[in-house]
């Protein structure tokens, strides 16, 4: 069976259909796993166990002539941020190295309810925090589509895989664009909810009101099957939102042709290399070609959006992270002396340097003297943000952006330059702090071949029309 050619749907009708069992097929997906991954390095721990028992378990249900579930045998990886009973959960850090979660994140729990596979945990930046993954505590992780550069950011291990064809999906998180942007480094489909959507219960904490759970996929469909399964109200999370859950993939095959498509001058403007310009004009011409309107528009706080996001981000990681002190799980700094020395240890072994850069970030916007004039102006800016959504969405019906400045940058580039590698974010952090679903396509590829992503953007809890528009390009390109 070609790898490379394996969706969901490809992997379950032949499951079902006995032209292969679930068993082989995860069989094959550690075999690509073991030949390829040392290079790659997108995966810190392997479920081999747990992936073949649920694995029988389809086969069981194929050779009996049952329906599979909508993701029966379909081999998946998870970030190594959302929680697994009993298989290592390490969120890229030393501090939780031998962490062994008692439940399994909420998202997880349904993507196997809905009968996919787990093959593992998939490597990514020190608690998210990262445009590059270069900030695990582990390894690096290599873009499979040039191995001298980066995937992107903080989901990089989930983005190499489905690129690698190691995994036919995979969860990651997306804080400022964790999954957008490697999706764009990568040449896959990434996707990030409507905050709300999806429970956030078991997602190890980064920044609690933008930390978002979605898919990332070969094909748009491939995204909408998955989110499909793990969107809605969790009793577990009291920021899921009680909304109903549409069937996003009967949905994808309207036609486009009618819709508004906003273009905001500002995400085309200084810093955007040429040859993702020209591909995402070529994308939007081609979205006019399909029958949609084109709309010039302004979102005139855009301006504001990393400085914004860096101040609201880091303060919340600053809270998030405190919990993290040696005494109730984790990592403990051995030694003598007092309570305070421990905790002192522990956090500066524990911690890698980003990590320790926005605890120090966050921890001073939030400090006396400084609170209004950082984090209580940043909330301000952030509620001006969403206006300029909310003022634009009444004119168009999805905006269309590149989802990166650049294509895949070179490992080691910006490792030593943080300023440059929070630009990195700077077309996909105003989802997340307006909380709006964005899904980022790829459009086309650079001289040198490496793939240039565009995004679609939607109104809140509106994943199906991005899911169309994508679905729609994807066809017609």
């Given at each position: 069976?070609d790898?490379?050619?394996?969706?969901?749907?490809?992997?379950?009708?032949?499951?079902?259909?006995?032209?292969t069992?679930?068993?082989?097929?995860?069989?094959?997906m550690?075999?690509?796993i073991?030949?390829?991954?040392?290079?790659v390095?997108?995966?810190?721990?392997?479920?081999?166990?747990?992936?073949?028992?649920k694995?029988?378990?389809?086969?069981?249900?194929?050779?009996?002539?049952?329906?599979l579930?909508p993701l029966g045998?379909?081999?998946?990886g998870?970030?190594?941020?959302?929680?697994?009973?009993?298989?290592?959960s390490?969120?890229?850090?030393?501090?939780?190295g031998?962490?062994?979660?008692?439940?399994?994140?909420t998202?997880?729990?349904?993507l196997e309810?809905?009968?996919?596979v787990v093959?593992g945990?998939?490597?990514?930046?020190?608690?998210?925090m990262?445009?590059s993954?270069?900030?695990?505590?582990?390894?690096?992780?290599h873009?499979?589509?040039d191995?001298?550069?980066?995937?992107g950011?903080?989901?990089?291990?989930s983005?190499a895989?489905?690129?690698?064809?190691?995994a036919?999906?995979?969860?990651?998180?997306d804080?400022?664009?964790?999954?957008r942007?490697?999706?764009?480094f990568?040449?896959v489909?990434?996707?990030?909810p409507?905050?709300g959507?999806?429970?956030?219960?078991?997602?190890?904490?980064?920044?609690?009101s933008l930390?978002?759970?979605g898919?990332?996929?070969?094909?748009?469909?491939?995204a909408a099957i998955v989110?499909r399964?793990i969107?809605?109200?969790?009793?577990?999370?009291?920021?899921?939102a009680?909304?109903p859950?549409?069937?996003?993939v009967?949905?994808l095959?309207?036609p486009i042709?009618?819709l508004?498509?906003?273009?905001?001058?500002?995400?085309f403007?200084?810093g955007?290399d040429?040859?993702?310009?020209?591909?995402?004009?070529a994308a939007?011409?081609?979205l006019?070609?399909?029958g949609?309107?084109?709309?010039?528009?302004?979102l005139p706080?855009?301006?504001?959006?990393?400085?914004?996001?860096?101040?609201?981000?880091t303060?919340?990681?600053?809270?998030?992270?405190?919990?993290?002190?040696?005494?109730?799980?984790?990592y403990?700094?051995d030694g003598?002396g007092?309570?305070?020395?421990?905790?002192?240890?522990?956090?500066?072994?524990?911690?890698?340097?980003?990590v320790?850069?926005?605890?120090m970030?966050?921890?001073?916007?939030?400090s006396a003297g400084?609170?209004?004039?950082?984090y209580l102006k940043?909330q301000?800016?952030r509620?001006?943000?969403?206006?300029?959504?909310?003022q634009a969405?009444?004119?168009?019906d999805?905006?269309?952006?590149?989802?990166?400045p650049?294509?895949?940058?070179?490992l080691?580039?910006?490792v030593?330059d943080?300023?440059a590698?929070y630009?990195?974010?700077?077309?996909?952090?105003t989802?997340?702090?307006?909380?709006?679903p964005?899904?980022s396509?790829?459009?086309?590829?650079?001289?040198?071949?490496?793939?240039?992503?565009?995004?679609?953007?939607?109104k809140?809890?509106?994943?199906t029309?991005i899911?169309?528009v994508a679905?729609?390009?994807e066809?017609?390109a």
């Amino acid at each position: 069976m070609d790898l490379s050619r394996l969706t969901i749907d490809a992997a379950r009708s032949a499951i079902q259909e006995r032209k292969t069992t679930a068993v082989s097929l995860a069989e094959a997906m550690y075999d690509r796993i073991e030949r390829d991954d040392p290079t790659v390095g997108a995966f810190l721990t392997l479920s081999k166990e747990r992936a073949l028992a649920k694995a029988s378990e389809m086969d069981a249900l194929a050779a009996k002539g049952e329906k599979l579930p909508p993701l029966g045998g379909v081999p998946v990886g998870i970030k190594d941020v959302l929680v697994t009973k009993g298989a290592r959960s390490t969120a890229g850090s030393k501090i939780l190295g031998n962490y062994m979660p008692p439940y399994d994140c909420t998202a997880v729990a349904r993507l196997e309810a809905a009968g996919a596979v787990v093959l593992g945990k998939m490597n990514c930046d020190e608690f998210a925090m990262g445009s590059s993954n270069e900030n695990s505590a582990w390894k690096p992780v290599h873009n499979p589509r040039d191995l001298s550069r980066v995937p992107g950011g903080s989901s990089g291990g989930s983005a190499a895989a489905v690129a690698a064809d190691m995994a036919v999906a995979t969860l990651g998180s997306d804080t400022g664009g964790s999954i957008r942007q490697p999706a764009s480094f990568c040449g896959v489909v990434g996707l990030k909810p409507t905050y709300g959507r999806v429970s956030r219960y078991g997602l190890i904490a980064f920044a609690s009101s933008l930390d978002h759970i979605g898919p990332l996929t070969k094909t748009a469909k491939d995204a909408a099957i998955v989110l499909r399964m793990i969107a809605g109200r969790d009793p577990m999370d009291s920021t899921s939102a009680e909304m109903p859950v549409p069937d996003y993939v009967a949905e994808l095959e309207k036609p486009i042709s009618g819709l508004k498509i906003g273009v905001a001058k500002e995400y085309f403007g200084e810093g955007l290399d040429g040859e993702v310009r020209k591909s995402v004009e070529a994308a939007i011409q081609k979205l006019a070609d399909l029958g949609c309107e084109i709309i010039k528009l302004s979102l005139p706080h855009t301006k504001y959006a990393v400085p914004t996001y860096y101040i609201v981000a880091t303060a919340e990681a600053s809270s998030n992270l405190a919990r993290f002190d040696g005494v109730r799980y984790g990592y403990r700094a051995d030694g003598p002396g007092s309570l305070s020395e421990m905790y002192r240890r522990t956090r500066d072994r524990g911690f890698g340097t980003e990590v320790k850069r926005r605890i120090m970030l966050g921890t001073y916007v939030l400090s006396a003297g400084y609170y209004d004039a950082y984090y209580l102006k940043a909330q301000k800016v952030r509620t001006l943000l969403t206006r300029d959504f909310d003022q634009a969405f009444k004119q168009v019906d999805v905006i269309v952006t590149p989802t990166s400045p650049t294509a895949a940058f070179k490992l080691g580039e910006k490792v030593n330059d943080p300023v440059a590698m929070y630009l990195a974010d700077i077309y996909t952090v105003t989802a997340n702090l307006a909380g709006i679903p964005g899904i980022s396509m790829p459009c086309g590829q650079t001289r040198e071949k490496l793939p240039i992503g565009m995004q679609v953007l939607g109104k809140h809890f509106d994943e199906t029309t991005i899911l169309r528009v994508a679905h729609a390009y994807e066809n017609a390109a």
